[in-house]
């Protein structure tokens, strides 16, 4: 051995320990796979197993072996859980004949099976792997790779992978896997070798035998090497075809593969790493691996193989085909993008596993081609074992077409090879490889050769430029198992002699000892005989002796490596019987399963006991102390230190009653040579509570009763002086006591030993631990870790003789002058053996004289720090830096200036980390130095929770910061910068942000009160999934949504009031019920459009349920009696197919109701279909819907083929125009095609002519218009023209409802070309203006273009049709067409021509309904010219309809003969709605008072003119058309708003059912009335151009007159809102509370032609006006924190706050209620008086404080600490102090200050009782002073609206409090105190605390600086001035000093 130690008798305790039993065995007995058993025996095994019929047997064979062999195996890892969580688990994977179980559990934690597999074969192997997804590469240069982690299991013909998230993959292999490893990228697999290929022919290249797989769905590709050949220096690149090289080890990080090779016997190490462009480029032209010229053949033979195996062939039985030809010269090389992946694992298992293929395929098809059989079963008996057939020559192979080459994808680049022995060690192949590292961060590679019993470790490292690992030398241990135990940095070996040792790299710490385990005694580890065999091969479940309990090589030829078989049990078993321990019983046998710090043994009875190897530490100051040690210290010193501690600290007999301090302390102190039990505090420290009985026994007393010294003892204990300084002593007022006469004359002088490990380190060390110190002091969780250490460095500091040192000790901590008076000598000879490192200065580095002089800007020297351990001081100095000095660049990289980095001990600096850590400047993202510090620090990842452990004064800089920012933050910040200023509403939007979230925060509330009753009425009506208490909260003073859905709910009876004349008979009354039943039926049908709006994307579907669709009810219920009336009775005629397409809407309404956000798939789109029946309208329906919100793209190509060939109408109308819709203005391929097939025109001339409906038609046609939307396709637009005009015809098509598919073409022409007007590019022939204003106007048809004569060369049979242009069919579609054409364009040529003729003759030939559409064509063409008045709308109407029109209602007298009223009146109503539906679009969504009032009035006015007298002449019909569009315009105008006067006149058209009103009057109120709720008040419309596209198809101004009605328009198309529809509700949520609220927010308009910017206050929840118009939006105070979003940067934000239910979280202000409880802001007044500084501010009660804050924090301060009691004694100013801080800090919002302003006045009170034990809290008070009196402060509140974070009277009373206090002391003895200090005289003890206290306050320096200045001698005032000025004393300290040092002791004050 290397290191050779002399047997210590150190021990380890071992921590506690537990029987193991892996999980799994547990699990399996019950999972319910073992039933499946008695199945698998019916079948013949050959099935089973065999790939060719006749290998049965060996299958059955095989399966008896399997299960002798093989029982079970399992591996353990650690837990890997989510980012934040710090679980120490343990993860099982059990594998047992065809089960895999996953489980997880730990020692707190019952074990629980995660995912448990079974599949059909057994399982040869399974692992865990993590497979990286690259992601989009367009975002940036360097992917962030997504990793899934996976499980692979591993069977005979394939590897399945499970993903945790669920995903399956079923990999098949193409040849036989003998092991599969698992990498940094994926897997490695290694071929199994048969010795088959050893007789190939010369110019065969063996074929490779490693193979990688980056991700389920790649394919297998060969691995690469790359070596450097030793004698010739060349770098080789080729394919790894050796199967003497076996991979033994894999490891992740670093990427690490390590290799035997079986011939040579040696292992090697190589990189793993992915392979570059040119190293492919070398293997794919030249892959030979001999590198003989006639071997150059391309890998495309390996290539031919791998792809056969997808194709479903045999993987087994169809070996390597086709080894093909000779290379291409010029063939080009197949980039690494060249194959992407294919996500479609749709594979299916029984491919991969279906062998039975027939041997004449075989033949035929490759014949010619060698194939050779690498399976183990007999080949099949049809060729022979070689059958090398005689034609089977290189130039057939040449005729095989070439296939592509599979790409190399990861490369191994050779790190090391072990050097070799003298004898070749056959078998020596490594058992067990593991990464193990010391406890100084070394690495070691170890592995364990069984057969010598060797661990043989080499130390590796990276190279200094972190690109290659470069390794070392080989140690031996001699050893028969080991395993690494991860958290502590050691590994556990046992020994051949049985005892378990642990070593850290490859020094050894100590046996382990477990108890209730016999040691093995030592005297026999000698004289055992070394046996000529290897020992250990015993094979036991838990190690086989092959490595993988799967992989048994199932082979029937010899494997390469001779197995040693029997012979090797019996040498052990006479080795045993030669043992001595034999007969003790059991012995450790190995060790498996390392996991963190616990280790499985495995015992020689076959027991498994898991135990745990203890920690190094505990205490967090003892690990401080360590990592700085072990950072100063030269790497072999610091091993030794560590080790020592770590046998101090875990020694065994029982549990240890020593603090883990005092352990520390004694231990490093014997290391360092001192004699800790001849020194007074330490011998203390030894004693105190030495319980445990070894130490006890050794220092008892031999006398019972007790003496002094006992008294003595537990006076000076350690126990004693915490209790003295506690506060309860100084409560009951105890006198200290004293220790009468201090034994220490006992050791008169106390020397060092110079020859201990660490005495030359002492003042390195000694500077480490100062370092600490101040660390320590930085931390307030830390203060009794400080006083601990202290202690400590005050002893090092007295006996280094560092004077500055010891004064700065007990000037922080008084009491160290009483308790540590012994130096400890240490002579010149000696110090001259120290090194003193060039870091130690003579003045002690103290953070808060940095801190202060830095408050002072003095000049300061950079401060020490050790990286990545004082990281507090790091941060702290920086940010003072950054906030105090103004300096930006204090936070980059390098801090040189303020900080000095203390070197390493160690040779090689370790790579730093902590800098990098750093990755954001935050100069380029904020302005304000505050706000640069906030991003900073959030980037360094501090949180509130740290600042609250920085001491007060440290920290109030970094709060001022915070509450600086704190009112205005950036809306772009992140989640930690805003929680850390304490806006929990702006991290909280930061973190919805982050997620990806489907339910909205708060759930969707239902309705809980009053549901009771009538519960299962509410179930079906399909409105019952609105947030309602969102809807409450908006519409909060009546029921009006209650009433809407009391309109719109179609599953109840309608009620059907008839009452019975006399005269009429039952039967005629029957029947007069049933007619009535009849009209109201129309009603209920046209209700679904309008609910569908109502609920709109309000409702998350759950996956496994199917959407509730509520039936439409058509039947009625009579009064009195309820008796039920139904249509069906056959009394009267009902139309056929009343309610078809009722039912289609009912199912868009359903549909529309899943959100857009929703997460479901094509499977349960399927799934909602009902099973076994035909398909439903419902269903129809659905699926439109689904495609309106998008969730259709989702469905497969599949299951759209299956739809579209029921044909079934209505599904395939709602498919085409769902998927189109999903597709807006995608132009995509396939769905083009999909819809091309149902349009005759977009197929070729020839083509089948197929029946299509001809509602399938227009829908078709639709779609086309929506897939190309705004794109202006110049084909479409072609077809789409003449499809306007398209003529009847031929024969029997194209006769009925050519209206709709004419109107159809226009909308989807207006579409395609939408807004491009003048500019069509490359469409100037088709003259597509001129050619619509000839439909729309009428003239002579022209000729059909070219390629669709022929389909109209014969005449329809029905309608004879001149060669004129037919306008009734064509004038709708071509008008609205140019209305989108040039939709907003403001072209006024266009817009004359839809101008109304104005003479009566031109009336005439214009229908009175296309006035209607010009009208509305020409406002939208003159988009900016539409003014919300009736001006505007009377502007359109002709001079001569004006005056035939005085009035609507009365006919005037003097009327002309020549007028035609008729034509008049007709024209007249037409044209005013027309342009208000024009106003209607213009203003939709906007709610515009103006162009509301103006469409409310013409409501008014066509109701009453609907009911007068003179409705004959305009037509009722006409009438009821126009009033329904002016309504439905008003709607448009007030979208989503709820507006109560509308609300009632969709009331009032609803409860006409008789006369006119037909199904389409009912469904334009029903959707008016949804409009107007639109999405339960979260949507509104927009006015894009798509939107207003989509809104004309919806709202065309022709309703229906009954529901089966599509002559002029699909009623599809009616849905088609949805894609004007966004959301744009904000919502207020309390952050507190989680709930809605009412906020008030101010938007801004942006500057427009129409308006200067201006700013507008509404009260939220409310809907936004469209974002595009706005400049900014702020959340108002004074009741909430403002918030202000700036749109001027873009909307995203916003949109994605609304998208997402448009939460926006606020945060109430302290001291105000919200608005619903105070709705006027009168009960916060209450707070404001307070504020203001009125005197009587001091007498308040503190209930009132509950009134402003919910704070329960806050809360109980005021109940128990400002509460008056009855007796009003001294405590009553305290109370009223308390009083007057809590409301300051409540009122102005500064809650965070309360413990700081109470932290101050309890250290002043302490002070003036004088009993301060330590100066820690003046420090603070200090720098809060300094900090408020520094210049850069009153800089910053000249312009500042915020104000002081602390009250500055409060400070300036506090100041003079400390002032007098000092001062008094001073009079009353402190002076002569002072001037024994500082002439260096002893100091009087008892008032030692004050003198420190007065020292710190006034900053006096030290005995060594003041005799620097040399004032010695000094007479005059004015002289000491100037002497101490050099020290920066400040005025006021040496007003206080001048007479003591002028005047000596007891002069008075000047």
């Known amino acids: 051995m290397s290191n050779v130690y002399e047997e210590r008798v150190t021990m380890i305790a071992a921590g506690e320990m537990q029987e193991f039993v892996p999980f799994g065995r547990d699990h399996c007995r019950r999972h319910p796979s073992a039933t499946n058993l008695q199945l698998r025996q019916l079948q013949p095994a050959s099935e089973l197993w065999s790939s060719d019929g006749d290998a049965g047997l060996v299958g059955s064979l095989r399966e008896v072996t399997i299960h002798e062999k093989q029982k079970e195996s399992w591996h353990l890892r650690k837990g890997s859980c989510d980012i934040g969580e710090e679980l120490d688990y343990d993860e099982e994977l059990y594998v047992t004949g065809n089960m895999v179980i996953w489980s997880r559990g730990s020692k707190s934690h019952a074990s629980s099976v995660y995912k448990a597999f079974t599949v059909d074969s057994p399982v040869l192997q399974a692992l865990w792997c993590d497979f990286n997804i690259p992601q989009d590469k367009t975002e940036c240069m360097e992917a962030q790779e997504k990793t899934e982690k996976c499980v692979c299991i591993v069977q005979r013909s394939c590897v399945n992978v499970h993903t945790v998230d669920g995903k399956d993959y079923i990999a098949p292999l193409p040849f036989q896997v003998a092991d599969v490893w698992a990498n940094k990228y994926g897997l490695i697999f290694e071929r199994n070798n048969p010795v088959q290929e050893v007789p190939l022919s010369p110019l065969r290249e063996p074929l490779p035998t490693m193979f990688s797989m980056l991700h389920p769905l790649d394919e297998i590709a060969p691995l690469v090497c790359k070596s450097t050949v030793a004698v010739t220096n060349i770098t080789r690149v080729q394919y790894i075809a050796d199967y003497t090289l076996k991979i033994v080890f894999s490891s992740s990080t670093p990427s690490l593969i390590m290799t035997y090779d079986t011939a040579q016997c040696l292992h090697a190490v190589w990189a793993l790493r992915k392979i570059k462009t040119e190293e492919q480029n070398t293997v794919l032209r030249c892959p030979s691996t001999a590198g003989t010229p006639q071997q150059i053949v391309t890998s495309s033979s390996l290539t031919a193989h791998l792809r056969s195996v997808s194709k479903g062939e045999s993987p087994i039985a169809s070996p390597f085909q086709n080894f093909s030809s000779f290379p291409n010269p010029n063939r080009s090389i197949v980039s690494p993008g060249a194959h992407s992946r294919s996500h479609s694992p749709s594979i299916s298992n029984m491919a991969a596993l279906s062998r039975s293929h027939s041997p004449s395929l075989g033949t035929s098809s490759f014949s010619g081609v060698q194939r050779f059989n690498l399976s183990t079963n007999t080949p099949s008996p049809k060729r022979g074992r070689n059958s090398h057939s005689p034609n089977s020559t290189l130039s057939d192979s040449l005729l095989v077409p070439e296939t592509e080459p599979v790409i190399p994808e990861l490369c191994l680049d050779h790190l090391w090879t072990e050097s070799m022995l003298n004898i070749r060690e056959k078998n020596s192949q490594a058992a067990k490889v593991f990464i193990t590292s010391d406890l100084c961060g070394q690495k070691f590679l170890c592995y ?93 479940p838990a190690r086989p002796s092959s490595r993988h309990p799967g992989t048994l090589d199932e082979a029937v030829w010899p494997s390469p490596v001779p197995e040693l078989n029997d012979s090797t049990k019996i040498h052990d078993s006479l080795y045993m019987d030669d043992c001595t321990f034999h007969q003790i019983g059991t012995y450790i046998h190995s060790l498996r399963d390392p996991v963190q710090n616990r280790v499985t043994l495995e015992m020689s009875n076959g027991n498994l006991i898991r135990i745990t190897t203890p920690e190094i530490t505990n205490s967090q100051l003892v690990k401080k102390c360590l990592q700085a040690i072990r950072y100063i210290l030269p ?244 940010s003072f830096a950054l906030y105090i000095l103004g300096d930006e660049k204090a936070l980059s990289l390098e801090p040189s200036m303020y900080l000095s980095r203390i070197a390493a001990g160690q040779r090689k600096q370790q790579a730093e980390e902590d800098d990098k ?286 739809y579209l060939s029921k044909g079934h109408e209505m599904t395939s109308i709602g498919l085409l125009l769902g998927i189109s819709a999903a597709k807006l203005g995608t132009m995509d391929i396939s769905v083009t095609r999909l819809l091309s097939i149902h349009i005759p025109a977009l197929l070729p001339p020839t083509s089948t002519e197929l029946d299509v409906p001809h509602n399938l038609q227009v829908a078709a046609v639709m779609g086309i218009g929506l897939v190309y939307q705004g794109t202006a396709h110049r084909h479409i637009a072609e077809v789409l023209l003449t499809e306007i005009g398209r003529p009847p015809g031929p024969e029997m098509e194209n006769c009925t409802d050519r209206e709709s598919y004419s109107l159809a073409s226009g909308l989807a022409l207006g579409m395609v070309c939408l807004g491009h007007g003048s500019n069509l590019i490359g469409m100037s022939d088709l003259n597509v203006p001129d050619q619509l204003y000839q439909y729309m106007v009428g003239g002579h048809r022209r000729a059909q273009p070219g390629t669709h004569r022929e389909k109209h060369k014969s005449p329809s049979y029905q309608i004879k049709e001149g060669d004129t242009v037919n306008v009734d069919v064509t004038c709708p579609g071509a008008t609205l067409a140019l209305a989108l054409l040039y939709l907003k364009t403001n072209n006024r040529s266009i817009a004359d021509w839809l101008r109304a003729p104005d003479t009566q003759y031109l009336l005439d030939f214009v229908k009175p309904e296309f006035l209607l559409m010009r009208t509305l064509a020409r406002g939208l063409i003159m988009w900016d010219e539409i003014k919300p008045n009736p001006t505007w709308v009377n502007s359109n109407i002709p001079p001569i309809v004006r005056q035939n029109n005085a009035s609507l209602n009365t006919i005037d007298g003097q009327v002309s003969e020549d007028v035609d009223l008729q034509t008049m009146r007709q024209a007249h109503i037409n044209i005013i709605a027309g342009a208000c539906m024009a106003m209607g679009l213009r203003f939709a969504g906007s709610s515009n008072a103006a162009a509301f009032n103006c469409l409310y009035k013409y409501v008014k006015m066509f ?64 959707m008016a009335l949804g409009l107007l709720f639109l999405g339960g008040g979260r949507y509104s419309l ?112 916003l949109q994605s706050i609304l998208s997402k239910d448009g939460f926006l979280y606020v945060k109430l202000r302290a001291g105000h209620l919200s608005y619903t409880e105070d709705p006027k802001g009168f009960r916060s007044l209450l707070a404001q008086t307070f504020t203001h500084r009125n005197p009587e501010f001091l007498s308040i009660k503190p209930e009132a404080v509950s009134a402003f804050t919910s704070d329960p924090a806050l809360l109980s301060f005021a109940e128990y600490f400002c509460k008056h009691s009855k007796k009003e004694g001294q405590k009553q100013d305290v109370l009223d102090l308390f009083s007057s801080i809590l409301y300051e800090c409540v009122t102005q919002e500064k809650p965070e200050m309360l413990p700081t302003y109470i932290a101050i006045d309890q250290a002043v009170r302490r002070l003036e009782r004088k009993e301060m034990s330590e100066t820690f809290e003046l420090w603070q008070i200090k720098l809060m002073q300094q900090f408020y009196n520094s210049v850069c402060l009153q800089d910053k509140f000249k312009n500042s609206t915020t104000g002081l974070l602390i009250n500055p009277e409060f400070l300036l009373a506090m100041k003079n409090t400390l002032d007098k206090t000092l001062d008094l002391w001073l009079h009353a003895s402190g002076d002569v105190l002072l001037h024994s200090y500082l002439s260096s005289h002893p100091v009087e003890e008892s008032q030692i605390n004050m003198l420190a206290c007065f020292l710190v306050y006034h900053s006096i320096p030290t005995l060594q600086q003041i005799a620097a200045t040399g004032i010695n001698g000094t007479t005059c005032f004015s002289e000491l001035l100037l002497k101490f000025s050099r020290l920066h004393l400040p005025v006021q300290a040496l007003m206080r000093l001048a007479p003591v040092i002028l005047g000596g002791p007891q002069a008075t004050l000047i």
């Open 1503 to 1566: 109701l009453e003119s609907v009911s007068s007298p003179v409705a004959t002449l305009a037509g009722h019909h006409n009438l009821e058309t126009c009033l329904s569009v002016v309504l439905l315009s008003l709607a448009l105008v007030m979208a989503g708003t709820g507006n109560l006067k509308v609300l009632q006149l969709c009331r009032l058209m609803h409860k006409r059912t008789g006369g006119e009103m037909n199904y389409g009057f009912h469904m334009a109120a029903h």
């Open 448 to 540: 364990l050769v069984e057969s010598r019993h060797q661990l043989r470790c080499v130390k590796f490292e990276e190279s200094n430029d972190l690109t290659q690992l470069i390794f070392g030398t080989v140690t031996v241990i001699q050893a028969k198992d080991a395993a690494p135990v991860e958290s502590v940095n050691t590994m556990v070996v046992l020994e051949s002699n049985g005892n378990l040792v642990l070593y850290t790299g490859i020094i050894r710490v100590g046996k382990v000892f477990i108890a209730g385990l016999p040691t093995p005694s030592l005297s026999m580890s000698n004289t055992l005989p070394r046996p000529s065999t290897p020992l250990g091969s015993i094979s036991t």
């Open 1582 to 1693: 927009c006015t894009s151009n798509s939107a207003i596209a989509a809104l004309l198809c919806a709202l065309y101004p022709r309703f229906p007159a009954h529901s089966t009605d599509n002559r002029y328009h699909l009623q599809a198309l009616r849905h088609l809102y949805v894609l004007a529809a966004e959301p744009r509700l904000l919502v207020p949520v309390d952050v507190d509370t989680n709930t809605p609220c009412y906020a008030l927010i101010k938007i801004t308009y942006k500057a427009s032609q129409w308006c200067e910017e201006m700013p507008v206050n509404l009260m939220a929840p409310s809907l936004l006006p469209e974002l595009h118009l706005l400049k900014e939006i702020k959340v108002k105070g004074p009741k909430y924190w403002e918030i202000m979003m700036d749109l001027s940067k873009g909307p995203q934000g």
């Open 917 to 1202: 850590r750093l990755s954001l400047n935050p100069g380029t993202l904020s302005s304000s130095l505050a706000a640069k510090l906030v991003i900073s620090l959030t980037n360094l990842g501090f949180t509130l929770k740290d600042l609250e452990s920085v001491p007060f004064g440290v920290a109030l800089p970094i709060r001022d910061a915070i509450y600086h920012c704190r009112e205005q933050p950036s809306s772009d910040w992140s989640e930690a910068a805003c929680s850390l200023i304490g806006r929990q509403d702006l991290s909280k939007q930061a973190h919805e942000g982050n997620l990806h979230k489907t339910k909205s925060a708060l759930g969707h509330v239902l309705l809980s009160d009053g549901v009771s009753g009538n519960e299962a009425e509410e179930e079906e009506d399909g409105m019952n999934d609105m947030n309602q208490d969102l809807m409450s909260l908006i519409w909060n003073e009546d029921l009006r949504v209650q009433e809407v859905r009391r309109l719109l709910q179609s599953t109840h009876p309608v009620r059907v009031n008839v009452v019975q004349m006399p005269e009429v008979s039952d039967h005629e009354y029957i029947e007069e019920k049933e007619n009535r039943l009849l009209q109201l039926c129309q009603r209920t049908m046209a209700l679904p459009p309008g609910r569908g709006m109502f609920t709109l994307f309000s409702y998350h579907p759950v996956p496994t349920e199917p959407l509730p669709i509520p039936k439409l009810n058509l039947t009625g219920r009579a009064p009195p009696r309820n008796t039920t009336v139904d249509l069906n009775s056959g009394n009267i005629d009902v139309p056929p197919n009343m309610a078809s397409w009722a039912s289609f809407h009912n199912g868009v309404a359903a549909g529309l109701k899943v959100a857009p956000a929703s997460q479901i798939d094509s499977a349960w789109i399927v799934y909602n279909r009902q099973k076994n029946t035909e398909l439903t309208n419902e269903y129809a329906g659905l699926l439109m819907a689904l495609g309106l919100n998008g969730h259709l793209s989702k469905l497969t190509t599949m299951s759209i083929h299956d």
């Open 635 to 878: 790497k072999e010193v610091a091993v030794q230190v560590l080790i020592k501690w770590y046998n101090a600290y875990n020694a065994p007999g029982g549990p240890n009653y020593h603090s883990e301090w005092n352990m520390f302390v004694i231990c490093l102190m014997n290391m360092m040579g001192y004699s800790t039990d001849r020194l007074m505090w330490t011998r203390n420290l030894d004693l105190e509570g030495s319980l445990s009985p070894v130490i006890a026994a050794k220092k008892a007393r031999p006398s019972e009763i007790g003496s002094d010294e006992d008294w003595e003892y537990l006076l000076s204990c350690d126990y004693h002086h915490n209790f003295e300084s506690h506060l309860l002593a100084k409560a009951l007022h105890l006198d200290p006591l004293e220790v009468l006469h201090p034994k220490e004359e006992i050791f008169p002088n106390l020397g060092l030993d110079s020859t201990t490990l660490l005495f030359g380190h002492i003042p390195a060390i000694f500077f480490v631990l100062h370092l600490i110190y101040e660390e320590l002091k930085l931390d307030n969780l830390m203060r009794d870790g400080a006083r601990s250490l202290v202690i400590l460095l005050y002893q090092l500091a007295r006996d280094l003789k560092l004077d500055m040192y010891m004064d700065s000790y007990w000037r922080d901590y008084p009491f160290l002058m009483k308790a540590l008076k012994q130096t400890c000598q240490i002579d010149q000879a000696q110090t001259r053996l120290m090194h003193q490192p060039p870091f130690l200065t003579a003045e002690p580095p103290s953070i808060y004289h940095w801190l202060s002089s830095c408050l002072n800007a003095d000049m300061m020297s950079p401060f020490p720090y050790l990286p990545g351990i004082c990281e507090r001081t790091k941060l702290i100095v920086q």
